[in-house]
Antibody, heavy 119, light 107 residues
Framework: EVQLVESGGGLIQPGGSLRLSCAAS????????MTWVRQAPGKGLEWVSV???????SYADSVKGRFTISRDNSKNTLYLQMNSLSADDTAVYYC?????????????WGQGTLVTVSS | DIQMTHSPSSLSASVGDRLTITCRAS??????LNWYQQKPGEAPKLLIY???SLQSGVPSRFSGSGSGTDFTLTISSLQPEDFATYYC?????????FGQGTKVEIK
């Protein structure tokens, strides 16, 4: 059974840093495109970052230069390092697998972890 | 970035109703369009991919259509568990973008 379990969220002051983790089971993280998607309270969904099977990464403009996506193949875990956080980064952060065939879609999602940036 | 726009943004409906939700892309995206369902406090769930392909395990009352810029999600007979927010998402080009959602509420 495929499962994604996020952790690492919490309350952080503006300007602070946080690292989110997403432990995967039922499939191999390094053999799939893995992403982070976030949702601000009461708002819609926003794609944040992707790491491809070859290790290339890409980011939304809103987080470029501040967030870093990575993975640990030995732990089958995805990470998101978030620096220089602001109130605009307050959201539930989901990790999701991006299934890649002729079309790409987010087929498996974690339960999400809440990040609150506030003083 | 490609903008995705839902209409309506919310609606009220009754169990058994036939429901159609529309999503419009700001430029042509061929059939690179996916639909998700999200219930309060839960993660999104994939319903439809490639505009009209039903994800495994999703009830057949859900269907999708469209290409280019205009897409629809149809629920043939609304069930109590279908009251949720529905999002379209384009995978034509990065950044992948979602619509603002259509919230389906009980009348």
């Amino acid at each position: 059974e495929v499962q994604l379990v996020e952790s690492g969220g919490g309350l952080i002051q503006p300007g602070g840093s946080l690292r989110l983790s997403c432990a995967a089971s039922g499939f191999t993280v390094s053999s799939n495109y893995m992403t982070w998607v976030r949702q601000a309270p009461g708002k819609g969904l926003e794609w944040v970052s992707v790491i491809y099977t070859d290790g290339r990464t890409s980011y939304a403009d809103s987080v470029k230069g501040r967030f870093t996506i990575s993975r640990d193949n030995s732990k089958n875990t995805l990470y998101l390092q978030m620096n220089s956080l602001s109130a605009d980064d307050t959201a539930v952060y989901y990790c999701a697998r991006l299934f890649d065939t002729a079309i790409q879609y987010f087929d498996y999602w974690g339960q999400g972890t809440l990040v609150t940036v506030s003083s | 970035d490609i903008q995705m726009t839902h209409s309506p943004s919310s609606l009220s409906a009754s169990v058994g109703d036939r429901l159609t939700i529309t999503c419009r892309a700001s430029q042509s995206i061929s059939r690179y369009l996916n639909w998700y369902q999200q219930k309060p406090g839960e993660a999104p769930k994939l319903l439809i991919y490639a505009a009209s392909s039903l994800q495994s395990g999703v009830p057949s009352r859900f269907s999708g259509s469209g290409s280019g810029t205009d897409f629809t999600l149809t629920i043939s007979s609304l069930q109590p568990e279908d009251f949720a927010t529905y999002y379209c998402q384009q995978s034509y080009i990065t950044p992948w973008t979602f619509g603002q959602g259509t919230k389906v509420e009980i009348k």
